[in-house]
């Protein structure tokens, strides 16, 4: 059973910084995609971080290229999500997901879900 366990989420003002952490277990996280997603109330599930199974390749949204970063510590199987320069827009709850089943790299269909946490960014 492959669980994951998101965790930094909280209130911080525009320009500064959190880092998202997704503690996984059943699976390792090198051997599968795992990436991050948000949502916002009365809006769809949206792509925001992706990293292939090698860890070689990443993926981002256009809207978070050059202030968030998506990397992994294979050692303590957790995936993380370094967020900087946040913006109001960024608010939403976050998800952590393993094992893409969409084909698109940017796809938001995924096998297995984290609760997710909550980013606030106050103006």
């Known amino acids: 059973q492959v669980q994951l366990v998101e965790s930094g989420g909280g209130l911080v003002q525009a320009g500064g910084s959190l880092r998202l952490s997704c503690a996984a277990s059943?699976?390792?996280?090198?051997?599968?995609?795992m990436a991050w997603l948000r949502q916002t109330p009365g809006k769809e599930r949206e792509f925001v971080a992706a990293m292939d199974w090698s860890g070689s390749n990443t993926y981002y949204a256009d809207s978070v290229r050059g202030r968030f970063t998506i990397s992994r510590d294979n050692a303590k199987n957790t995936v993380y999500l370094q967020m900087n320069s946040l913006k109001p827009g960024d608010t939403a709850v976050y998800y952590c997901a393993s094992q893409r089943r969409g084909r698109s790299v940017y796809s938001v269909d995924y096998n297995y879900w984290g609760q997710g946490t909550q980013v606030t960014v106050s103006s």
């Open positions: 059943g699976r390792t996280v090198s051997s599968v995609t």
